[in-house]
């Protein structure tokens, strides 16, 4: 999943990033508020960090720019301003939730993890395809009684299939949710990883999950009549 990070602390963005990283997120960084809503404007995000405090336009104007455009993003407001009637001007503004600094990395992971189960039906913490299942928690992967190891990026790729398995994706679902600004459009990335992926869920034995769709993009399905 990709996460627009809002920060002007320098020092705290990349530790930050590098920690979700390692939890296999795409982060985009913005310095501050203009060049988030420049960044929301033109990027697919799945869900946007917010930093209050920032130059020029703060957390609650970003947040409240994006929702009167239109804007469902899910946003999780962090700043040292912890006080009840901050948290209440932030979740007036339209954020989702609110976490006052310092915090704890795992509770900010489970945060998100409780954000990204929103939508119009409340997803588990498992998602399951047959006999393979992905723990979103502990990023455990198993096909069968079988555990499957996977790179950071690979489990990310995996996931985002595995939300939207019976559709077909396209490259550009893909690079928009999966990988960072920095993407080149013109590699061919995607297809690497998508052969590594395809490798790892056939390894141990089990019938093909992982199918392309010539033209049109790949989908994780059990059957490959699938739908667009």
């Not at 690079?175 to 869920?201: A, C, G, M, T």
């Not at 999950?209 to 399905?221: C, F, I, P």
Request: proline share 3%.
């Amino acid at each position: 999943m990709r996460i627009l990070l809002v920060e002007d602390e320098q020092d705290a963005a990349r530790m930050l990033a590098k920690g979700l990283r390692e939890q296999s997120y795409a982060v985009d960084i913005a310095a501050d508020g203009s060049e988030a809503l420049e960044k929301a404007a033109v990027n697919s995000y799945d869900l946007l960090l917010l930093d209050v405090m920032l130059p020029e336009v703060d957390g609650f104007d970003v947040c409240r720019r994006l929702r009167h455009e239109g804007s469902s993003v899910p946003i999780l407001l962090l700043t040292a301003r912890g006080g009840v009637d901050d948290r209440i001007a932030g979740l007036d503004c339209g954020a989702d939730d609110y976490l006052a600094k310092p915090f704890d990395f795992g509770e900010l992971l489970a945060r998100i993890r409780a954000l990204m189960r929103r939508g119009t039906e409340l997803k588990d913490t498992v998602l399951t395809l047959g006999d393979l299942s992905m723990d979103t928690r502990t990023h455990a992967v198993l096909r069968g009684h079988v555990a499957i190891s996977l790179t950071a990026k690979e489990y990310a790729l995996l996931e985002y299939l595995m939300n939207r398995q019976g559709d077909v994706v396209s490259r550009t679902d893909i690079s928009e949710h999966v990988w960072e600004e920095s993407y080149d459009p013109f590699s061919n990335l995607i297809e690497v990883y998508i052969q590594r992926l395809r490798r790892k869920l056939e390894a141990p034995g089990g019938a093909p999950l992982l199918h392309t769709r010539r033209g049109e993009g790949y989908v994780l399905s059990l059957e490959e009549d699938v739908h667009a």
